[in-house]
């Protein structure tokens, strides 16, 4: 069956969260949103990890639902973790997700991970021990865990990020790197930038939320068509099948907070051929510019932009359906008019990504203002103009270039 998965989310455990990321209110969004499989992130966690216990039945087969409450969700056992550590005289930082096929096996990852660190400060877990060292560990404890690199290219915290990482996937993981088939490319990179470096081809590229709260469920997501069952996803991520992976969904990169460099204090926000001629120094406080996702991508690629290697797995750019939603009506996300046409759209269409990857124009006009049918026909078609996200700051989307007032404020269109 075809379903959509989103495999990378926080819990309420872990640091700047959301009180309403625990499963039943995730199994609401997920509905709303069209994802079927959802990671249930923070499995590492003691506290989260005794509700997965309580609330989820194991399937049988990897997978667990709700006992109570949304039955047609399907979770997966997932988890982040954050190891910091010294390679090669400099400190790196990367962050990477496990999958784990079912309660034993997170629990023989617990006892070995608690003596390593602390589990139940947050639900990302630091460790001291090294990336490759992480993967002989679950491995050992399970042959069918997965170890994916996390968001991959963000400068602070990833394995090919500009601050604290590496070069290539064998430079980390040594000896493990055949064992690693994956990389997540994060919100600021998508795979057309990774189809750049071919020392990714080998590999699937993943895309997943990364979500701190509920209403951001999917912003990424990977859409498959095979069965609902552990062995066979792990399967197609592991052996990039693509008649059973069939596209990931992909925020625009500009979008994300790290796509371009600058500083986020000054205001500055510069492309790669910017920072170089400013020698990587911010021109107002001197001090050194934080260097974002495409600058590194252009540093390791061995192509030019534009080029789709054989086996690719395809992508699809959307914007979530709140900020389409909330420009075409000029006021603010998370303002009650954008909730409220929000909620009414994603009942009335089936799901957010019934209405964004599926659903024609005319049907579309039916029941949604032509404003917003616009806004989508827009985005599917790429014309969208973005203020590249730089050193943290999102970058800012806009589909109504035209709507714009003077002095930038976020419009004041009233459609309705
Ligand atoms: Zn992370
Ligand atoms: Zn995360
Ligand atoms: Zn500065």
Not at 163 to 184: K, L, Q, R, T, V
Not at 265 to 294: D, W
Not at 350 to 361: D, H, M, N, V, Y
Request: proline residues 5%; neutral net charge; contains cysteine.
């Amino acid at each position: 069956m075809k379903f959509i998965a989103d495999f990378h989310l926080h819990s309420k455990y872990s640091r700047a969260t959301s009180k309403d990321m625990e499963v039943e209110t995730l199994a609401q969004w997920a509905k709303k949103k069209g994802i079927t499989l959802l990671g249930t992130g923070d499995f590492t966690h003691p506290t989260y990890f005794a509700e997965l216990r309580a609330k989820l039945e194991p399937l049988g087969n990897g997978l667990f639902k709700l006992k109570k409450g949304n039955q047609g969700i399907r979770y997966i056992l997932t988890a982040e973790v954050s190891n910091i550590y010294t390679q090669g005289g400099k400190v790196r930082r990367i962050h990477n997700l496990i999958f784990a096929p079912g309660f034993e096996e997170v629990e023989a990852i617990q006892s070995r991970l608690g003596k390593l660190g602390k589990l139940s400060s947050d639900g990302r877990p630091i460790f001291r021990f090294t990336a490759k060292e992480l993967v002989k560990m679950i491995l050992d404890i399970s042959p069918d865990c997965l170890i994916i690199p996390a968001h991959a290219w963000t400068p602070w915290f990833s394995i090919f990020g500009a601050n604290s990482g590496f070069d290539s996937i064998a430079e980390c993981f040594e000896e493990m790197a055949p064992h690693i088939h994956a990389i997540e490319t994060g919100l600021s990179s998508d795979p057309e930038m990774n189809w750049r470096l071919s020392a990714l081809d080998p590999l699937t590229l993943i895309s997943n939320s990364d979500a701190h709260s509920p209403n951001r469920l999917g912003r990424e997501a990977n859409a498959f068509d095979c069965a609902l069952d552990y062995r066979e996803i792990i399967e197609a991520i592991r052996k990039k099948e693509r008649k059973k992976f069939l596209f990931t969904i992909e925020f625009f990169p500009e979008e994300g907070k790290y796509h371009y460099d600058g500083h986020r204090q000054c205001g500055v926000i510069f492309s790669p051929s910017e920072t170089k001629a400013n020698h990587y120094v911010c021109p107002r406080c001197q001090k050194k510019l934080t260097v974002g996702v495409m600058h590194r991508v252009g540093e390791l690629s061995d192509r030019p932009e534009g080029f789709v290697p054989k086996n690719a797995i395809p992508s699809i750019h959307l914007i979530p359906l709140e900020e389409i939603v909330a420009e075409a009506l000029g006021y603010r996300i998370g303002t009650k008019a954008v909730e409220t046409e929000y909620e009414r759209l994603v009942e009335r269409g089936g799901s957010e990504f019934q209405i964004l990857l599926e659903a024609t124009p005319e049907a579309l006009a039916t029941y949604v203002p032509e404003k917003i049918v616009e806004g989508i026909v827009r985005m599917r078609q790429g014309k969208v103009s973005i203020v590249p996200g730089h050193d943290g700051v999102y970058g800012k989307v806009t589909l109504f270039p035209e709507a714009k007032r003077e002095g930038g404020s976020e419009g004041q269109l009233k459609l309705f």
